[in-house]
């Protein structure tokens, strides 16, 4: 009877371990790393006016991520925090109907003229990188990616710009490098 309880409470103990590492496999073996876009991302090419930058902004046009899978109507508002840090919220609507938002924070990465910024969805992690690549100047648009060539956005004031502003924006795009056939355009209502 002891020999079988402790196997018993030994084949717990292993089962214990082995559930949770398996579920963690099963879900990194879900897990997709989105293509490289661009395998050599250029620095920013402009400083960022932190000022002139905040406000609402529409996506145009983006590589698609999971965490914006279908996904359209998509809006990203910065605003400045009392503690210097940018408040970040993003929503988009879903096929549903359902809008979803993402609350975040930004901080500036000391020494690159405000083009880069580390981003944190997840409390107090800075994990992200955001580099706004290039914009207008004056702020109309804006071309922000990261450093890994995965993550592209074409951003713009304007949610409805005419197809020859857009077809600029997706020549700027390339110009910096990037592949223009894995943009997603973004239906903006």
Excluded at 37 to 43: K, L, W
Excluded at 164 to 170: G, V
């Amino acid at each position: 009877m002891a020999g079988s309880r402790s196997s018993s409470s030994t084949a717990l103990r292993v089962a214990a371990i082995a559930l949770p590492v398996l579920a963690l496999a099963g879900c990194a073996a879900l897990y997709t790393r989105p293509p490289v876009g661009n395998a050599h991302v250029p620095e920013p090419l402009k400083p960022v006016a932190l000022h002139e930058y905040l406000g609402r902004w529409y996506e145009l046009a983006r590589y698609d991520q999971s965490f914006e899978k279908n996904c359209d109507a998509v809006t990203a508002d910065y605003s400045l925090r009392p503690d210097g840090k940018i408040a970040i919220v993003n929503r988009c609507t879903k096929p549903d109907g359902k809008e979803q938002v993402a609350h975040g924070t930004a901080k500036i990465v000391p020494g690159s003229d405000g083009a880069k910024l580390k981003v944190s969805f997840f409390g107090p992690f800075y994990f992200g990188n955001y580099w706004v690549l290039d914009h207008a100047p004056d702020y109309a648009w804006s071309i922000v990616g990261d450093p890994s060539g995965r993550y592209l956005w074409i951003l713009a004031r304007n949610p409805h710009p005419d197809a020859a502003a857009l077809r600029m924006l997706i020549n700027r795009v390339a110009a910096l490098g990037y592949n223009t056939n894995q943009l997603v355009i973004t239906r903006q209502p």
